[in-house]
């Protein structure tokens, strides 16, 4: 970030992946340059053509000096990731792990809104009754890249994959979901699976005990992940800030996106709380490979996702802004919408709705 005497820029890394990634960025990128004209900053973007074609092309998803390149950044802005013909632990550990675990981003956050306009499969829901947000721990768990294979292509082939807990990486997980909480409804869910593995997610209830202690107000509720993503299903409006491990946080939230309305309304923010690494902030829809080219992939979730970046680097006001005109938008039945939200229009319609909103 610079400052003059008149004016603060942001420099922002752009990565618009795959798929609809640079389609909706290319397209909603006008929206977010308003927004700050709007309220008198500047951007200074910096695009890096990173992803799946890359890989085709040099073997990697993004350059070995990637990281170095990003590291100066005030935020980064993910599009999205995924190809038919890579397969996808190929792009999950060639692009997005190095950058969460490099900077450290180790709060994976995802809010579960049901937006006012918007049906809930579920029956009896209406506007506000879901409203969740999902603390996921990002870097370590059930991610980390311990194990390997051996004995390839004989009768007795064995593959060893190994989680990792820390007791720093689950405390500063737990006491940050801890926070949300108090600041919230004081509420928090811990889910684990800790009958099956007694030493990684019993060690993860303890820490969540010794934290609780820090925060008498907010309730503590234990499920097992199975029952959580049952009752994601059955009681969605009982939940307020769930906290969980890489794997159980990266299921649940897609149970999320689909109950309050579609995986195109979710956004998310992988968060390093410090200022020693830039954070990031994709729409987890994926690079949805059988519309792209189409110009119909909703560009709600980026803009959303922007919206947390805004607040993330401290422009609150702006991403209230336009937090509040996806809000107002789809809360209006004539105005324009994506064929997953039930209508016929494109990206581009949805975005200069949004952009007169403002």
């Given at each position: 970030m610079t400052e003059d005497q008149t004016t603060t820029t942001y420099d922002i890394e752009l990565i618009p992946g795959d798929g609809i990634g640079p389609e909706v960025l290319d397209v909603a990128l006008p929206l977010f340059q308003d927004v700050a004209d709007d309220y008198g900053f500047e951007f200074d973007f910096t695009r890096r053509d990173w992803g799946t074609e890359y890989y085709l092309e040099h073997g990697?998803?993004?350059?070995?000096?990637?990281?170095?390149?990003?590291a100066d950044a005030d935020s980064i802005f993910l599009g999205a990731v995924g190809h038919p013909e890579v397969p996808d632990h190929v792009t999950l550990h060639g692009l997005l792990l190095p950058i969460r675990k490099g900077f450290d981003q180790y709060v994976c956050k995802r809010p579960n809104v049901l937006f006012e306009g918007i049906e809930s499969?579920?029956?009896?829901?209406?506007?506000?009754d879901i409203d969740f947000v999902v603390y996921r721990e990002n870097t370590e768990g059930e991610y980390a890249d311990i194990g390997g294979r051996e004995h390839r292509g004989?009768?007795?082939?064995t593959a060893v994959q190994s989680a990792l807990f820390t007791r720093q990486g689950t405390e500063r997980i737990v006491r940050?979901?801890?926070?949300?909480?108090?600041?919230?409804?004081?509420?928090?869910?811990?889910?684990?699976?800790?009958?099956?593995?007694?030493?990684?997610?019993?060690?993860?209830?303890?820490?969540?005990e010794e934290v609780s202690e820090e925060y008498p107000g907010v309730t503590v509720e234990r499920l097992l992940v199975d029952a959580a993503s049952m009752d994601l299903i059955r009681r969605p409006h009982e939940f307020d800030v769930l906290v969980?491990?890489?794997?159980?946080?990266?299921?649940?939230?897609?149970i999320g996106a689909q109950i309050t309305g579609s995986?195109?309304?979710a956004p998310s923010g992988n968060i390093h709380p410090g200022e020693e690494y830039p954070s990031m902030f994709e729409p987890v829809h994926g690079s949805a490979p059988d519309i792209v080219g189409e110009g119909v992939a909703n560009p709600l979730a980026s803009v959303l996702s922007w919206s947390m970046l805004l607040e993330d680097v401290g422009e609150e006001a702006a991403a209230d802004a336009l937090w509040s005109a996806v809000i107002g938008q789809i809360s209006d039945q004539s105005a324009p919408r994506t064929p997953d939200l039930g209508g016929d229009a494109g990206t581009e319609a949805v975005v200069e709705d949004l952009r007169s909103r403002l």
């Open positions: 990697e998803m993004m350059p070995e000096d990637g990281l170095a390149e990003l499969p579920l029956k009896g829901y209406g506007a506000g004989l009768g007795h082939e940050a979901a801890f926070q949300a909480a108090a600041e919230r409804e004081g509420h928090l869910t811990s889910v684990t699976k800790s009958n099956a593995q007694a030493h990684s997610m019993v060690f993860w209830d303890d820490i969540v969980a491990s890489n794997l159980f946080g990266d299921v649940l939230t897609d995986m195109g309304l």
